[in-house]
């Protein structure tokens, strides 16, 4: 963020983190039955954890989609004006800062404190992550392999690359009010979608 410009760091605070906040409000909040299940290991508290999932679907996922109306290689939520509208506004602040990242799934969590882990499952070893919403705390703890705390990084509208595949990683604890948690990552389906193109991009050639 130190290397953005003053006009682009004025968007991203003026617009971007702004708009994006009011419809992740609007849209992933305390009220809505948005969550994932394969993730409860990790809540730190045992609880289903209410995370928004854009872009590409899991392959595996692919063959499951009853709606045979809906592209079977993106996300439910992506099909939805709203869900559209947040992923394109992930997707310009991330490429704004990380140009050269590449990414092809997003998942949005709210007020959820995930335990130490790695990302295992993904593609690439980095994912960008960054936070919304008026709290204390919550900032991305990193450990060594000896599972010893060696970083917290401050994410609150600071997205910020890390080796999440290969370093542990946690929640940290956060107070008051709300905090959306946006992670940026590459899932193994040979797939990139550019939201403003609408376009579901192969990537096996």
């Known amino acids: 963020m130190d290397d953005l410009d003053y006009e682009m760091k004025t968007q991203l605070y003026n ?6 906040e009011e419809l992740l409000e609007a849209y992933h909040n305390e009220k809505t039955k948005i969550s994932v299940g ?3 290991g990790l809540s730190k508290d045992g609880s289903r ?4 999932v854009l872009g590409v679907r899991g392959s595996a996922f692919a063959n499951k989609r009853k709606d045979k109306t809906l592209n079977p290689h993106l996300t439910k939520h992506t099909h939805t004006a709203i869900g559209h509208r947040i992923y394109e506004l992930c997707y310009t602040i991330i490429s704004m800062v990380y140009p050269a990242f590449e990414f092809n799934s997003i998942i949005i969590n709210f007020n959820s404190t995930f335990t130490m882990h790695k990302d295992k499952k993904n ?12 709290h204390e705390g919550g ?6 392999d000896n599972k010893e ?5 401050y994410i609150w509208k600071t997205p910020t690359k890390f080796a999440g595949k290969k370093i542990y990683h946690a929640t940290e604890d956060f107070g008051f009010g709300d905090r959306w948690a946006v992670v940026a990552y590459q899932i ?4 990139h979608y550019d939201p403003y193109e609408k376009e579901l991009i192969s990537l096996k050639d």
Not at 49 to 52: A, I, P, R
Not at 139 to 144: I, K
Not at 188 to 191: L, R
């Open 188 to 191: 193994k389906a040979p797939y």
């Open 49 to 52: 954890l209410k995370s928004l």
């Open 15 to 20: 617009h971007y983190f702004t708009e994006l």
């Open 38 to 40: 394969n993730r409860i």
């Open 123 to 134: 593609l690439h070893d980095d994912s960008v992550i960054f936070s919304l919403g008026q």
């Open 149 to 153: 705390l060696i970083d917290t990084k």
């Open 139 to 144: 900032g991305l703890e990193l450990y060594n």
